[in-house]
């Protein structure tokens, strides 16, 4: 096998796709500034600033495939939209020359219709702050050369999740026996996505020519409140459901007046004050996938947890 699949970043997205590729028997490449990334005989890591037009090229010899999975430095609309379509722009066109498809992990802050149940053929024209980059991102990829998959997923739990609302915020304090705090209301509907379920749509997206040049959905399983999600993992840990209590979207509004951090939390806490629901149904029949059953993420998610708190 001559090919190599190149993957940019070694977060949880980037991490799992590395690993599920490699555990297939893919030669990978991951690139991170630090060399960082999994161990594995089939992986290889460098020291790489993918954003560099003249050093990314030489890491993309023998790629088919370019998952980019590197997001911007800092949770802030000014940041995102100094690095981002740089960078992309540069991924793009390394991933171009050498004939590679590029895979990018997306969000559901383009939609522009939330309110309603957001489907793959739903509309994604939100504009300002960073809805509006993530709309811009998209037309870029759409315009390009280059083709490209763009597979969406809600927000992220699983193991390697640290930084969401699914994290930190609730997995260590269920299985502490703590009370868990969350953003917004504990009684709405809301998708969350399982990492490695994301990271399966990106692999085989790009084997499948077919969906190229298309936005497809993540599989993700029916929706549920965040007390539920609580519930799961305390079931998973063998443990008691915990006391969930809301942040109230008025308090983070507050805080935010003295908290940049939370201030640029304020544009997306619509997501968790009203039912916030994507449906997979479409992209899960295009690539043959079904989202592992809520269980077994959550035992996987605590097993990491506890094995890594």
């Not at 993957?7 to 893919?26: N, Y």
């Not at 171009?96 to 383009?110: C, I, M």
């Not at 490695?196 to 936005?215: F, G, H, Q």
Request: charged share 20%; proline share 6%; aromatic share 6%.
């Amino acid at each position: 096998m001559n090919t190599v699949k190149v993957v940019t970043g070694a977060g949880p997205v980037g991490w799992t796709v590395a690993s599920q590729l490699a555990e297939a028997g893919h030669r990978v490449r991951i690139l991170t500034r630090s060399g960082s990334g999994p161990d594995h005989e089939l992986i290889e890591r460098r020291r790489v600033d993918v954003s560099d037009p003249g050093t990314l090229p030489a890491a993309m010899t023998d790629a088919d495939a370019l998952f980019h999975c590197i997001h911007g430095s800092t949770y802030d609309a000014a940041v995102w939209r100094r690095e981002l379509p740089a960078a992309e722009r540069t991924v793009l066109e390394a991933a171009g020359r050498v004939g590679a498809v590029a895979v990018f992990p997306e969000s559901l802050y383009s939609y522009s219709a939330p309110g309603a149940v957001m489907t793959e053929a739903g509309p994604r024209q939100a504009s300002n702050g960073k809805r509006g980059v993530r709309t811009e991102l998209l037309a870029a990829r759409s315009a390009s050369a280059t083709p490209t998959v763009s597979v969406v997923a809600s927000d992220f739990f699983g193991p390697r999740v640290k930084f969401s609302h699914a994290g930190e915020r609730i997995v260590p304090r269920v299985l502490a026996g703590k009370r868990v705090s969350v953003v917004g209301r504990t009684d709405v509907a809301h998708s969350f996505t399982y990492v490695p379920d994301l990271a399966a749509a990106m692999i085989k997206a790009a084997a499948t020519a077919e969906v190229w040049n298309s936005v497809l959905h993540a599989p993700t399983n029916p929706a549920l409140t965040q007390r539920e999600l609580a519930a799961a993992f305390a079931a998973a840990a063998g443990l008691p459901a915990p006391r969930v209590s809301a942040v109230p979207g008025w308090v983070v509004r507050a805080a935010g007046l003295f908290s940049a951090e939370l201030r640029e939390l304020t544009e997306t806490l619509y997501q968790f004050q009203r039912p916030f629901v994507m449906d997979s149904t479409a992209s899960e029949k295009r690539l043959g996938l079904t989202p592992t059953p809520l269980r077994i993420a959550a035992g996987e998610t605590v097993e990491w947890w506890r094995a890594n708190a």
